[in-house]
């Protein structure tokens, strides 16, 4: 019964933004670290930005200064505010919950920067 599911992907021009946003349900959501990773087509998953219990943020180094994370635990939801979107930043978007062993991913959602 545990469930993430992402929304907010989408087409948007090279320079725009976009906000992701992940529901949580199933899980003691304010106990986990919450992470959005992205995977482009031939290329491994990679880390996006996490956020921990305690409010610890933790990016890439790709997307510093142009990406916030946020979560708000009544709601069991993370966002991630892109802005400054690149080309190079189309990928699908996955939502991650961890705690220990304990992981869970979302189905993803796909971002596409193009004019």
């Known amino acids: 019964q545990v469930q993430l599911v992402e929304s907010g992907g989408g087409l948007v021009q090279p320079g725009g933004s976009l906000r992701l946003s992940c529901a949580a349900s199933?899980?003691?959501?304010?106990?986990?670290?919450m992470g959005w990773y992205r995977q482009a087509p031939g290329k491994q998953r990679e880390l996006v930005a996490n956020?921990?219990?305690?409010?610890?943020?933790n990016y890439a180094d790709f997307v510093k200064g142009r990406s916030t994370i946020s979560r708000d635990n009544p709601k069991a939801s993370v966002s991630l505010q892109m802005t400054s979107l690149k080309p190079e930043d189309t990928a699908v978007y996955y939502c991650?919950?961890?705690?220990?062993?304990?992981?869970?991913w979302g189905q993803g959602t796909q971002v596409t920067v193009s004019s």
């Open positions: 991650n919950a961890r705690r220990g062993t304990d992981l869970t």
């Open positions: 199933g899980i003691r959501f304010s106990l986990y670290t």
């Open positions: 956020i921990t219990p305690g409010d610890t943020k």
